[in-house]
């Protein structure tokens, strides 16, 4: 059986079965080479310009690196486990996570990428693979064939081969609400996705020193147990301290690169450019067809905003649309007025946020209102003003991003992920609990809010004190 060598400045050599090279050369996996990783971060960090593609080899590898630690000598086990690796990510549409908060929710499809993965792994993925396998040699089939019986077992023919595959890699995604060790595996707290995702991301934006966790010690770390019948992931003691490095990684990430506020004013308008060309560019329709779902691209939705504006498109959203990318491909972001990051614990903090996002504005508006009425010199100022008085509602957008945290147990909980020490086996919080020194480390979630104005009038605003100076009262309404 011939394996292939995919070079890579992470892991330096990936590996890659015959099963597994049929698989990436179908259009549904070669189409996340066009898919950004980080979208909005690029335009902070000029090199995370990295894309779904080479993060999900990365995923593949280290889904490897754990199947030959916790299932030795499993060769079927090692080839779902990689596939789930390669292909977790399938159901990501253009800008990814934009998409999801945007685009997914517009077409009524509440799973997002996470439904859709399994839509193509079943609908569409064993046609293509097909169609990838009789293009080739006579003997490249036969070591993918070779490679399919031991992953599967007995097929009566490809299509079944193939039908009992991605039913196969489909289960180990459904093993979240129970914590399976499988999935824990691909998208657990330390699982393969997140491993590399802090590695590369890391390594892409120049931000190397936050990508500095283990994982070979990690993984090494690893194992099995079995607790109430079920079988979990754990993870010995003495590898606490590179589990700490790894997440305390991830925190930097997101505080720096992630949710710096330059990147996501960029994801903020990307969302934006997809909200007005949804309906201009019939994306409900072609979501919903799996074969013209899988022609979006990053690019894609660019150059056709581009192409109907200048071919006369009277639509009013698409006009807005592209005067919004044409602001982003110039780097004309919106700015941040305010942002305010405050930790809370026992309630979720996005509804907390959310509720000081709007008394800000609310504070802003009234001493808007109050400058105003009081009379301002200033032509130019009061012309400002006015305006910004008059499209208030249009020209603030709040963003309140996922919460930060460095450790917390809730996660591990969750996800059904144990620590073993010594010769016990506990949950993470009684082990926090335990060792006095972690709990200094894990921290109540953290909510960032900050408002954008989407054009520049951050002086003549600051100049006549529009902007709240003081704290504002965390009011929660719901």
Request: glycine share 6%.
């Amino acid at each position: 059986m011939k394996y292939k060598v995919s070079r890579d400045p992470i892991y330096s050599e990936i590996f890659i079965s015959p099963l597994e090279r049929v698989i990436i050369d179908t259009k549904p996996v070669q189409r996340l080479r066009f898919l950004s990783q980080l979208t909005g971060a690029a335009m902070v960090y000029p090199g995370a310009s990295h894309t779904r593609f080479a993060h999900s080899l990365g995923v593949m590898h280290v889904s490897g690196m754990y199947s030959d630690h916790l299932f030795p000598g499993d060769i079927s086990k090692k080839r779902i486990l990689r596939l789930a690796g390669l292909l977790h990510d399938i159901g990501h549409g253009p800008f990814s996570h934009q998409f999801d908060d945007v685009v997914y929710p517009l077409a009524g499809i509440k799973g997002g990428h996470d439904e859709y993965r399994e839509r193509i792994l079943l609908e569409l993925m064993p046609e293509h693979v097909k169609t990838e396998f009789d293009n080739l040699r006579e003997d490249e089939k036969k070591d993918v064939l070779e490679d399919l019986e031991n992953t599967v077992g007995s097929f009566e023919d490809m299509e079944d081969g193939l039908k009992k595959l991605f039913e196969e890699v489909v289960e180990v995604f459904k093993g979240e609400d129970e914590g399976t060790v499988e999935f824990n595996i691909i998208q657990g707290p330390l699982g393969a996705d997140r491993i590399d995702f802090i590695l590369r991301d890391s390594y892409s934006s120049g931000t190397r020193t936050f990508g500095t966790g283990a994982p070979d010690r990690i993984i090494r770390n690893s194992l099995i147990v079995e607790k109430d019948g079920k079988k979990l992931l754990c993870y010995r003691n003495k590898a606490m301290d590179d589990i700490y490095t790894a997440l305390f990684g991830r925190f930097m990430m997101y505080k720096n690169v992630y949710f710096h506020k330059t990147s996501r004013a960029a994801d903020l308008m990307i969302q934006e450019v997809l909200r007005l060309s949804f309906k201009p560019l019939s994306l409900s329709k072609r979501v919903s067809n799996l074969e013209e779902f899988v022609d979006l691209t990053d690019m894609t939705i660019f150059e056709e905003i581009k192409y109907l504006y200048r071919n006369g498109s009277d639509d009013e959203e698409l006009k807005k649309a592209h005067e919004t990318l044409q602001r982003l491909l110039k780097r004309d972001l919106w700015k941040v007025v305010m942002e305010m990051p405050f930790p809370i614990e026992g309630i979720d903090p996005a509804l907390v946020g959310k509720s000081i996002a709007r008394e800000a504005l609310e504070k802003m508006k009234e001493k808007l209102i109050e400058v105003l009425k009081n009379g301002v010199s200033d032509e130019n100022d009061l012309k400002d003003l006015k305006y910004i008085l008059e499209n208030f509602d249009d020209l603030f957008v709040v963003d309140t991003p996922y919460q930060l945290t460095l450790v917390h147990p809730d996660e591990f909980v969750q996800s059904r992920v144990l620590v073993f020490d010594g010769n016990e086996v506990m949950g993470f919080e009684e082990y926090v609990k335990r060792y006095p020194a972690y709990k200094l480390m894990t921290s109540n979630l953290i909510q960032i809010v900050r408002i954008y104005i989407k054009r520049d009038f951050r002086g003549v605003l600051k100049k006549y004190g529009v902007i709240p100076r003081e704290r504002i009262r965390m009011v929660t309404r719901w």
